[in-house]
């Protein structure tokens, strides 16, 4: 009966504690990851930063400002997606619309003391101060093209007043205006400047064009939102809190990064938590097979068995990942924090709690708990009470034949994954599956890892035991005797080492080969760079007249979505763009090209990196299927595939292409490479002089440009070290978890042990010994397991099969491996040596 089962349980979980402990802090830090990543998914929806200067509209319209997708994550572009100003007008027509006004954007920088002071500022024109509303509390509003409004936070950092003058900088052109008025801002989170509506049109460089249409609407207009995308059609409209991220992109941007995040972090963490949950249950009730058989024998049936073995892992489950969402919540917390440093999010993303997070985390651990609880109790279930016991007494011979078949075909599987897609597969599946061959390694090593610690036994004994007398030996023989209980306290640990070498090491590989391809790729020897937002276009054509200087490469980056396969395999990827110009191009950037020539990079072509052309399945001479970084569609042909992608972009377009479709119109950098035979510093000094008129533009040399890229890309990384310290850090729960469970359900040994002859000293260099053949065994069998993915994704990224393994990384690895091993093994076997040792031999485990 079920009321009879579920007593049982209750009474098997309160009188044995202990065995139920490990289960129990599996599922509460499991239901904590899970819960985290549910509010970030949810915050993703429902967070976002309120509008500021758009508070007084009703609507606000603007441009798709993502590629929609079905039934998946809508990708964002790049850059602001703009407006024909034509659309005011139609806007301004629908009935119901009061008024419709325009709004554009300009980068401004603001000047003191003949330099930037480096904060962002955007211009607007005064016409939309009315979608704040913004007032004027001192002065008046500008009516000439060199009259400016500060609003008022802006004008205090910089000591200005109304009627005082003051230099502004759009790109790299400075002007001086007077300041005719100040304003009250709407909001602290993006300070403004307001000009002429004529000259913010003007200063975009794109008068065609405007950023948003803020929409004021008439009294009494109802379902005015639905009326404007009737009649204008191709417009994205904004009503309530999501005008915010018509206002700021990077809200936007921020909920996609944390959709994208939540979906793919989080469903691999539910499988590793339902895999570690799963096995730690597993343990459990092989620990309890005496007890099983006892039930068996006094005439339980399988069924009756499974039911309370169900009733124990629900109750345990339950408890767990209930009290483990309120953790849950406080690494939510920390883990926006942590984004906001490493600037991946704004520091004013809030997180959204509901209880749609927390439901679903107890639900996916309750899920997790009962299958593994069930997978667990089948074979128990199944065997006769004879046979349980003497499995409980000793561990059967050998491997069932289907185990030790599936383990030793996982084996030459994954060593093909590893070796095959690299060489044989072009683009971006070559890594992936050189990545996914470590995770049939781990399978093979689950499966194989009573032969696999036989035979590491074998090999490691006489080595790691030479000169340790009756404790190695008896460290040895327990070990020959018990291989399947040491493989499973070592299994956890040999995961978390593959996985952390795996995950750091892929990572390291791909960071190296980009810095190295970033340096050998970069030919020029001065740089021009801006403290602003960009450096004007104009300025390389103005440095071509230097003398001494032989090639000048203006450079401008974004990023653009590719689209290739058809039907349902139609796929995006988001690939780093940049564009050139094609000529003379050799002498200031080697992007390494291995067909093509780039110097028919003009017009509609582009050229790829080998990484993207393989996964595009693009050909020379053939077209891809491109969006700009504003959406904007092309269909370019291929001219050159190179090498260095990973370090200069993948994607290579005409820089006026792509600098026509980017929300600043500015350039990134501009590479200036020396006549040969010219005087080095001479032509540095007449680069210096040719900028001097220009406060936001800076001439650094070749080794500071790159060491500051390096520098600037530092952070980038910080949120793929975070996830995985989480991931690495719940193995390492699990690793610690099953070793102390393992260690302590020894304790009749050790008694037995003790009252044969040995003393307390000689059973605990007993479980030394044992403990160094678990750690060493799982940092070289993890090793081993993680070494083919690593040459893999190495062949697939760089073509050369030697991986980038920083050594003070590995001995850290190396390190908390032993740490952990030594840590659980060790204080788990004082623990079982406090009974004394007749009380020890009749206690219940």
Known sequence: MLWLAVWLAGSTVR???????????????????????????????????????????????????????????????????????????????????RAAIADVSVPVSLLTADASDGRPVLGHGWGSAALGPVTISAGRAPAAPRDVVLDAALADRAGITAGADVRLAVGSNTTTYRVTGIAVPPGSRQPAVYFTDERAMELTGRPDRVAVIGVLAAPGVDDLARAVKDAVPGVVVYAGRDRGEAEFLD????????????????GSMVVVIMVVVGSTLALSVRQRLRELALLRAIGATPKQVLRMIAAETVLVGALGAVLG??????????????????????????????????????????????????????????????????????????????????????????????????????????????????????????????????????????????????????????????????AAATTPLIIGVTLAAGQLFSGTTAGAAALEQAGDGLRAGYVVTATSAGVSPEVADSLRDVPGVAAVTPLVRTRTLALFGSGDDRQIRSYATQGVTGDRLAATLDLGVLEGDVADLRGDTVALSRIAAGTLGATLGGTVDLRLGDGTPVTPTVVAIYERGLGLGDVTLPHDLVLAHTTDRLDFAVLVAAAPGTDARAVGDALRSAVRDLPTV?????????????????????????????????????VVNTLVMATAARFREFALLRLVGASPGQVRAMMRGETRIVVVAAVVIGSLAALPSLVGTSLALTRTPIPSVPPPMYAGIVAVAALLGWAAIMTATRIAMRPAPVDAIGARS
């Open 251 to 266: 809200v936007g941007a921020t909920r996609s990064f944390i959709t994208e995040l939540s979906f793919a972090f989080g």
């Open 698 to 734: 800076r001439v650094s040399d070749r080794d500071s440009f790159v060491a500051a890229q390096q520098d600037a890309t530092a952070g980038e990384s910080v949120v793929g070290l975070v996830l995985n310290a989480v991931l690495l850090g719940y193995l390492a729960i699990a």
């Open 325 to 486: 969402v309120v953790p849950g919540i406080g690494l939510a917390f920390l883990l926006r924090g942590v984004f906001v440093l490493a600037g991946a999010v704004p520091d004013d993303f809030e997180l959204s709690i509901g209880p749609l997070p927390l439901l679903a985390a107890t639900v996916l651990c309750l899920i997790g708990a009962r299958l593994g609880g069930w997978i667990a109790a089948r074979r128990a279930a199944r065997l006769r009470p004879v046979d349980a016991l003497g499995e409980a007494a000793a561990e059967p011979a050998r491997l069932g034949r289907i185990r030790l078949a599936a383990g030793l075909l996982l084996v030459p599987a994954g060593l093909a994954m590893a070796i095959v897609p690299p060489l044989r597969v072009p683009g971006e599946g070559a890594a992936e599956g050189a990545a996914f061959s470590a995770f049939l390694l781990v399978f093979a090593v689950g499966l194989l890892g009573p032969r696999l610690l036989t035979g590491a036994v074998r090999v490691l004994s006489p080595w790691l035991h030479r000169g340790s007398g009756v404790s190695g030996f008896l460290a040895t023989a327990n070990a020959r005797a018990n291989s399947r209980r040491l």
């Open 15 to 97: 009188d044995r504690k202990g065995a139920f402990v490990a289960a129990f802090v599996a599922v509460v830090f499991g239901s904590a990851v899970i819960t985290a990543c549910g509010i970030l998914l949810e915050s993703s929806e429902r967070s976002g930063a309120p509008t500021e200067r758009y508070r007084a509209a009703d609507l606000v319209v603007g441009a798709p400002q993502a590629l929609p997708v079905a039934d998946d994550v809508d990708p964002r572009f790049a850059e602001r997606a703009t407006l024909p100003a034509a659309k005011v007008a139609e806007i301004a027509r629908v009935p119901g619309v």
